[in-house]
């Protein structure tokens, strides 16, 4: 049996999706209030920094993946305009479901599917943009995602990772009070779920830091690589240029 990481606990790497997809089948329902309280609202500033990084154009065509309730695809379909096309993936249902429904209620309609982002049902050199934010944690290969992420990509087109990080030095004590005694208490209280928040502050633990993901994306075949950590790194965001 090989193992990987589900927080702390080693699970059958097998078994991994599914453990990650009952956090999600929970949480779903209360998932945007939730980011709403746990980031005191960062999370809006964190990913309209990501749109602003994306300089999408009319008419490009992008992946979000593990897109969950839809706020970037619904912020790339603004941008891309009726001549392009934003299509939204989760791995998860649940998740899925609720962000096509809060986008048909924003009057958007969207390409909306389930797949799994190490085995995307794209063709080569597709996209002009791939997204994934807060989604490449979960993944059990990361580095088969990566690379399926480049494969999608136009030459020249651009990856955004945007995930949880490590945070600097000086915030690491209040941060990890905040994540392993307040969020789980948060979660309990507003989703009636802690064991999913407890899992959420052990996976940003167990998640590579912003150098590792760094040389992750080059070895996964993007030539250019930076990233930019936002709110002293408990965020960065990851760009990956496809040569």
């Not at 059958?12 to 997809?21: S, T, W």
């Amino acid at each position: 049996m090989t193992t990987t990481h589900f927080g702390f606990k080693s699970v059958d790497e097998a078994e991994k999706a599914r453990h990650v997809r009952g956090v999600f089948d929970s949480v779903a329902p209360k998932y945007d209030v939730m980011n709403d309280l746990m980031s005191m609202g960062l999370h809006r500033a964190w990913k309209a920094y990501t749109v602003m990084v994306a300089n999408l154009q009319e008419g490009d065509k992008v992946l979000d993946i593990a897109g969950g309730t839809g706020d970037l695809a619904l912020a790339f379909s603004k941008k891309v305009g009726n001549s392009g096309q934003v299509v939204h993936t989760d791995i998860n249902e649940a998740m899925l479901s609720t962000g096509r429904n809060r986008l048909i209620d924003e009057g958007v309609a969207l390409p909306t599917l389930v797949c799994d982002a190490e085995k995307l049902p794209f063709a080569d050199n597709y996209f002009n943009l791939v997204s994934v934010a807060f989604g490449l944690r979960n993944m059990t290969h990361k580095g088969v995602a990566l690379a399926e992420m480049q494969r999608v990509l136009k030459p020249g087109g651009k990856l955004l990772v945007l995930e949880f990080s490590k945070v600097a030095a000086p915030l690491e004590k209040i941060y990890d009070w905040y994540s392993f005694k307040v969020l789980p208490k948060l979660g309990k209280l507003v989703a009636g779920d802690d064991s999913s928040y407890q899992y959420l502050a052990e996976s940003i633990r167990m998640h590579p830091g912003q150098a590792e993901l760094k040389t992750m994306m080059h070895k996964g075949g993007f030539g250019h690589v930076d990233y930019h950590n936002l709110t002293g790194g408990v965020v960065a965001l990851h760009v990956g240029i496809k040569c």
